[in-house]
Antibody, heavy 116, light 107 residues
Framework: QVQLMQSGAEVREPGASVRVSCKTS????????LHWVRQAPGQRLEWLGW????????NHAQNFEHRVTLTRDMSINTAYMELTGLTSDDSAVYYCARGSGSYHFWGQGTLVTVSS | DIQMDQSPSTLSASVGDRVTITCRAS??????LAWYQQKPGKAPKLLIY???NLESGVPSGFSGSGSGTEFTLTINSLRPDDFATYYCQQYSTSPFTFGGGTKVEIK
């Protein structure tokens, strides 16, 4: 069955960077785009961007244009989201999700806490 | 960016009630709309895609309708498992955006 397994919770200081991984299984990795979505406490879901695992091409929300990098490693069916220049506003649960717009499969989420 | 406005933000209802949640887009998104259910501490779960298509495995009591800028999610007869928060999402135009959520709570 399709599974998206994310890396564990992270704590970072302001100004630092974080990388979250999303290991996929149960389907052909290169057949489906992967998106990243986050949810800050009490806030609505916020889309960060997507990556085409086949080509490595990615697209990001303009809000994160210079801070987010989406990559993948086809040899281990894993996608990564790196966010730099962290502030307290980046404290959130980060999700990877499979789909081309609507998300039929989600990772379990990774809590990122930014605190000094 | 396309703004998605959901109403109501909170809805109190009883088991067996029929409930309707509305989502309005700030511009036309055709039928590129999804509905999700989220429970505390869990990832969202897809219920409806392309405005009215029921996701596999989702009970038939859920239905979606609408196109353009106005959409509704209807739960035909609330079950205990349906008390959760519901979000709409447009995927017509990047950045994909979500509504603010509707919490369905027990009356």
């Amino acid at each position: 069955q399709v599974q998206l397994m994310q890396s564990g919770a992270e704590v970072r200081e302001p100004g630092a960077s974080v990388r979250v991984s999303c290991k996929t299984s149960g389907y052909t990795f290169t057949d489906h785009y992967l998106h990243w979505v986050r949810q800050a406490p009490g806030q609505r879901l916020e889309w960060l961007g997507w990556i085409n695992p086949n080509t490595g091409f990615s697209n990001h929300a303009q809000n994160f244009e210079h801070r987010v990098t989406l990559t993948r490693d086809m040899s281990i069916n894993t996608a990564y989201m790196e966010l730099t220049g962290l502030t307290s506003d980046d404290s959130a649960v980060y999700y990877c999700a499979r789909g081309s717009g609507s998300y039929h499969f989600w990772g379990q989420g990774t809590l990122v806490t930014v605190s000094s | 960016d396309i703004q998605m406005d959901q109403s109501p933000s909170t809805l109190s209802a009883s088991v067996g009630d029929r409930v309707t949640i509305t989502c309005r887009a700030s511009q036309s998104i055709s039928s590129w709309l999804a509905w999700y259910q989220q429970k505390p501490g869990k990832a969202p779960k897809l219920l409806i895609y392309k405005a009215s298509n029921l996701e596999s495995g989702v009970p038939s009591g859920f239905s979606g309708s609408g196109s353009g800028t106005e959409f509704t999610l209807t739960i035909n007869s609330l079950r205990p498992d349906d008390f959760a928060t519901y979000y709409c999402q447009q995927y017509s135009t990047s950045p994909f955006t979500f509504g603010g959520g509707t919490k369905v709570e027990i009356k």
